[in-house]
C-alpha cells in the first residue's frame, strides 16, 4: 500500500487498472496532483496485481467478487472521520463504482471508465449505474475503446452519473498530437474538477 499526502479535503482510494498497478505512470502522477491539491491518496494493489509484482508473470485479473471483496477490506481499514472518495483507473474505477452506493463515501471518480470490453460494445458494464444515488464522475476520452462519446451518450445514464468528456482522449485519457491537445491538461482538468467538487 503507498499512503501519500495529507487529507486536508479528504481521502481518496485510488484503485488501479486490469494491465498496470498501484506504481504505474499513470497512478503516480495522479496521485501526485491530487495531493498537490490537499488530498491524502491511497494506492494499493488487488492480490493477482500483488502476484505479478512479485513474479513478474502476467496473470489475468481476479474474478469480480474478490476484486470487490479485497477493496472493501481496503476501505474498512481507515477512519471514518475523514471524508472519503473512492476513485479509479478503468478497472479500478469500475470496482470503486459498484461499492460506492453503500459505502461511507461522498463522491466517486473514475478515470476512464470500462462500459464495454474493447471491440465488444454489446457487453455493457452499466447496470449497476443505475441503482447509484451519490455522485458519480467519470472522465472519458471522446475516442475510449471501451466508450467512446458516440456510444456513452446513447446510454442514457442517471442523473447521479456525471460523464466528463475529455477532448481526443483514448482510455488512458491520452490525446493525440495532431489534436492540439495536451495529456498533462486532461488530467490537470480532471483533477482541478475534483477539487473544486469537493469544495
Known amino acids: 500500500m503507498l499512503i501519500s499526502g495529507k487529507p486536508v479535503k479528504g481521502r481518496v482510494i485510488l484503485a ?17 496532483k491530487l495531493v498537490l491539491q490537499g488530498f491524502e ?34 476501505i474498512a481499514q481507515f477512519d471514518e472521520d475523514v471524508p472519503l472518495f473512492l476513485a479509479g483507473k478503468s ?37 449497476h449505474l443505475f441503482e447509484i444515488t451519490k455522485p458519480l464522475h467519470i472522465f472519458q476520452g471522446t475516442r475510449d475503446r471501451m466508450g467512446s462519446f458516440s ?26 498530437k495532431i489534436s492540439g491537445f495536451l495529456h498533462d491538461d486532461h488530467l490537470n482538468y480532471s483533477v482541478s474538477f475534483i477539487k473544486d467538487w469537493v469544495r
Open 91 to 127: 478497472m479500478g474505477g469500475r470496482v470503486a463504482s459498484m461499492l460506492f452506493e453503500a459505502s461511507s463515501a461522498s463522491g466517486c471518480f473514475v478515470f476512464g471508465y470500462p462500459f464495454h470490453p474493447a471491440g465488444k460494445p454489446d457487453k455493457l458494464r452499466v447496470d
Open 16 to 32: 488501479h487498472g486490469a494491465g498496470a498497478g498501484m506504481r504505474s505512470e499513470f497512478m503516480g502522477v495522479i496521485a501526485d
Open 41 to 74: 491518496v491511497v494506492r494499493f494493489e488487488f492480490p493477482y496485481m500483488q502476484q505479478i509484482t512479485a513474479t513478474g508473470k502476467r496473470r489475468p485479473p481476479d474474478p469480480m467478487p474478490k476484486l470487490l471483496a479485497y477493496f472493501a477490506e481496503i
Open 151 to 176: 456510444e456513452v451518450t446513447q446510454y442514457n445514464l442517471p442523473p447521479s452519473v456525471s460523464v466528463h468528456w475529455l477532448e481526443d482522449g483514448d482510455h488512458d485519457l491520452k490525446p493525440r
